[in-house]
């Protein structure tokens, strides 16, 4: 009789051990799996702040394009400058994140089914596409402001060495003599455009010179071309500097309308972006 109260003992202390082992497991196991679940869900709550940051900084950014664009618009000699704000948030998905592993925590958080991977795909699509159209934009305006500085350049050493070859013949007594028109031409020209330039706050840009020195001098140099040299020498730099200056205009207009066509592909990818994102932005928190 001990014998079996013994043996019965002992089978009810091996189930009790046995019972409490398994309550152990499956509570280490439940423990684990809510330690997944919550790693994953900051993964994605740490996605969903970096593209939140995203759409706000593109939101700007295409702004300032669109004000850059308008800018070179209303006066094309200048190329303004283009403001931008650092896009570290985009370089950093695009090109530090390891985006496989934040894929696989989307699709825990909210669902492994087609709708939810291709929803994640387009989103990393567009992340690259902005990234990639952004310093795009950033490397062309800075071959453009180059190429620009270069013709300027070239357009403002033409202005100095034609203003002062005309200056030059007010000195010149023979034709101050015999040809007292063309004397008197370039005389009242450059008079007046000193002038305007010391009543004109803008009186240093290309467009100023231009307007009120080389179109002037160039309508009125046509009267002499026939008959004096030195007029037909004039409007010659006069044309090279209306070629360089008109040549100015035209490559920054190009500029501003690539730009433009640039930006109304972004406008419709910067609002599919923010309707891709609106799960991850407005539902998860």
């Known amino acids: 009789m001990e014998f079996i109260q013994t043996i019965i003992g002992a089978g009810i ?5 046995i019972w409490a082992l398994y309550t152990n497991i499956k509570y280490d196991r439940i ?7 919550n790693f994953q869900k900051e993964k994605v709550k740490y996605f969903q702040s970096i593209v939140k940051a995203i759409n706000g900084d593109l939101n700007i950014q295409l702004i300032n394009l669109k004000n850059f664009i308008e800018k070179t618009n209303t006066n094309s000699i200048e190329l303004p400058m283009l ?3 650092p896009m570290n948030d985009l370089e950093r998905v695009v090109h530090r994140l390891n985006i496989e592993d934040y894929y696989h925590s989307y699709l825990y958080v909210f669902g492994d089914n087609q709708e939810i991977i291709d929803e994640f795909r387009k989103i990393n699509s567009l992340l690259n596409y902005f990234d990639s159209i952004l310093n795009q934009i950033k490397d062309g305006l800075k071959q453009s402001i180059e190429f620009d500085y270069r013709r300027k350049i070239k357009l403002q050493n033409l202005i100095e060495n034609t203003m002062n070859d005309a200056s030059s013949l007010l000195l010149n007594v023979e034709i101050r003599t015999n040809r007292n028109d063309f004397w008197s031409f370039l005389d009242n020209t450059i008079t007046t455009f000193y002038t305007k330039r010391d009543e004109t706050t803008n009186n240093s840009d290309l ?9 002037v001098m160039q309508f009125g140099l046509i ?5 004096i040299p030195h007029a037909h020498n004039l409007i010659i730099q006069m044309k090279n500097a209306s070629n360089i200056y008109n040549d100015i205009l035209f490559q920054n207009k190009n500029v501003a309308t690539d730009f433009e066509n640039m930006l109304t592909n972004m406008n419709e ?4 972006l923010r309707t891709k994102t609106e799960r991850l932005t407005n539902n998860f928190c």
């Not at 423990?31 to 679940?37: A, G, S, V």
């Not at 467009?207 to 179109?215: A, D, M, P």
């Not at 009267?223 to 008959?227: A, I, L, P, R, V």
């Open 13 to 17: 202390g091996s189930g009790v051990t």
């Open 223 to 227: 009267n002499f071309t026939t008959t």
């Open 207 to 215: 467009k100023f010179f231009y307007e009120n020195f080389i179109q």
């Open 83 to 85: 403001d931008s704000i």
């Open 269 to 272: 990818f910067y609002s599919e």
């Open 31 to 37: 423990k684990e799996e809510e330690k997944r679940q």
